[in-house]
């Protein structure tokens, strides 16, 4: 054993000063640095929010309802001895008074009563620019603490008085930071806190308001264990609709949600690199090794064992891949501080300290490429036998064996699938990856033979002529340079697909006529004056439609419980209140896909296609709404196809009739505005009770945030794409050596140096044309699977991809040749003749 480390060690050095790892230990740290810095990033994430759950959410444990809480929950959470704070909220319309410009803001209100927060701090300040300080107390009655984004949009000060609704309240504090307001993104407008003694005053709250309240509660972990048994049980008996419990362990989902979408971008192209690297990987070990052979049989001739020249490779791989890993660790935590900078505003910069797991993980994986993609071909050095020496034709590498390749295989793949944090997106970037490579070697067996056959030798230009011969006297050479090409031009290619088609397809999905604005809680003896002030203003187009709240509680006489589903979203729409509505004419933005749409029918009811999907809904199925204690039953008879990104009113279910008789009924429209200044003040000045929401500002947010998550995914690609350019190169010189017995024969005879970069670039630009078209094709394929299965986007892949695809395979793989082959034409004849003759 000491003779193979001390035989490892001096071969390490060796191979370091001469340059020969340089591709292993490049492949190797991308990978790591890439996997890790997400990593790093993940894991910090996933600290941040353990830490903030309790702050987030206010409280140990709150108890989130659409109508106010229970009073058995008030009272379990007294008699368990747990400090309680009640707030609700919802957004609504604010205003200044016409004396201060009469200008109107869509805020989130906030009601809170004393005893708020529970956890947390809440600091507020004396005006925008003074210094915020931590309080316990809440706005007194007739005061409003309000953000300070607020007075500057309004052009109010400290002091002066705030409009909502009925109610004029006097501006007293600003907030400087809420903690239990969830993630800032979220928040689409500016937050107003007043005291709930003062909401009966503005008259906001109406029978269709959709109000969201939640109840707080904290003390002894026992205690609140306790509650969270109570409110669990009751909410899953079905006595209390409209209730979900929020937790320590569940926390507020709202950053989640945007973040795990960021995480799965960042995860696919952390993937795609490292699998890019275990190609580049398998080309550089099994180069390595061919460069070896004679190395080893000279060390056989010696005296060395097998077991010897086995163990002193294994050490040096080891080695390697506890350089190569450590190094990738290493640049992969500083990467990730990039990410916290390039989503400045959807996470707090100040995260906890990451844990070990990422360093673990990171190493793993680096030893993982080695020992399964670089070990098997370089152990095959131990068995040159020591006749090589005389007769170079024996001792060749041999493929390795199935059973070396499928563990290997299975196992880093397990590891990628672990790594990606999603079951589809791991299965279906690995799975799609081992498919691609299939499909490229029977492709490039084919293309090769019918190239063969193509090739009139008689005619065609001699360049040609032994250009297809090149190709085609090393069959396996070239399936293994094509399928590598196409693999690495595969993963290039569906990042910018990804990038350019599935991002551009999100951001285009509102059409540029779409409705900017949306009103809701319009009185119904307020409906026919304020579509008049619609016209009046400039507004031509409208939709306009009654809002009724109303909660499934039956199906087909059957009553219907969120327990009655596996699916999490079912379970979600179940238990919450729909926004029901009626209409005699269908709406004209909505496609009727089975069944038909009967005008004035009573008793029918039209539903979304998705809903029915979920809810397992059918033609003929009745369904018992219950609309403000109304029992109304109808039965399904068309499904619709809604597009929900077209920004029109929209709605799950819909009543075939004019109206409803005896049931609480608000209205909304949708519609965009002119651009008119002062159009959305005078609207909110004439009917202070309605909420305008200015979508413009929201689709901005949301596209903002959106290019926050492309600069950090654009950053990751740049290990990608090296990662690509390591395979490029790696597969065009895996066959340098044999390139250069060839040339040396051919110049030997009189060929031209000129012909022969002829023939090279013929070769190159061939071999590339069918990489890049290959992986063109495959990319498509991938990407729609992406698309539709993990991202839920509109694939839009151009026709002319193939085409750019193959464009780009022959640039790069010329760049590639030009650069890694650029010495063998180079070389004297000499020197070329005695290489051809060893």
Known sequence: MNASLRLGWRTLRRDLRAGELRLLIVAVLLAV????AVGFFADRLKGGLQRDARQLMGGDAVLATDNPTPAEFVARARSLGLDSAGTYGFPTMARASDAQGGASKLVALKAVAPGYPLRGSLQVADGPDAPGQTTRDVPAPGQAWVDASLLESLGLKMGDTLLLG???LRIARVIVLESDRGAGFMSFAPRVMLNQADVPRTGLVQPASRVSYRFAVAGAPDAVQRFNAFADATIKKGEVRGARLESFESGRPEMRQTMDRAEKFLNLVALLAALLSAVAVALAARGFAAGHLDDCAMLRVLGQSQRTIAGAYAF????VGLIASALGVAI?????YAFVLLLAGLVESALPAPTFWPVAFGMGMGFTLLFAFGLPPVLQLAQVPPLRVIRRDVGNLKPASIAVLALGIAGFAALLVAASSDLKLGLIAV???AAAVAVFALLSWLAVLLLRRSVNESTAPRWLVLA?????ARPAYAVVQVSALAVGLLALILLVLLRTDLVSSWRQATPPDAPNRFVINVMPDQSEAFQKTLRDGGVRQFDWYPMIRGRLVAINDKPVTPDDYADDRAKRLVDREFNLSNSVEAPPHNIVTAGAWTPG??????VEEGLADTLGLKLGDQLRFDIGGIQSDARIT????????????NFFVMYTVAALAEVPVTYMGAFRAPEVKGFDNALVRAFPNVTNVDMSATIGQIQRVLDQVIRAVEFLFGFTLAAGLVVLFAAVTATREERAREFAIMRAVGAHASLLRQVQRAELAGVGLLAGFLASLVASVIGWALAHYVFDFTWTASPLVPVGGALAGAVLALAAGWWGLRDVLRRPVVDTLRRAAE
């Open 33 to 36: 640095a890439a996997l890790t």
């Open 166 to 168: 009925d109610a004029a």
């Open 316 to 319: 040096e791989f080891a080695l």
């Open 332 to 336: 992969g935590f500083g990467v990730h």
């Open 431 to 433: 799975g799609g990856f």
């Open 468 to 472: 297809t011969r090149q190709i085609s």
């Open 601 to 606: 029918a009573p008793g029918e009811l039209s």
């Open 638 to 649: 068309s499904l619709r196809k809604v597009d929900w990104g077209s920004l029109h009113a």
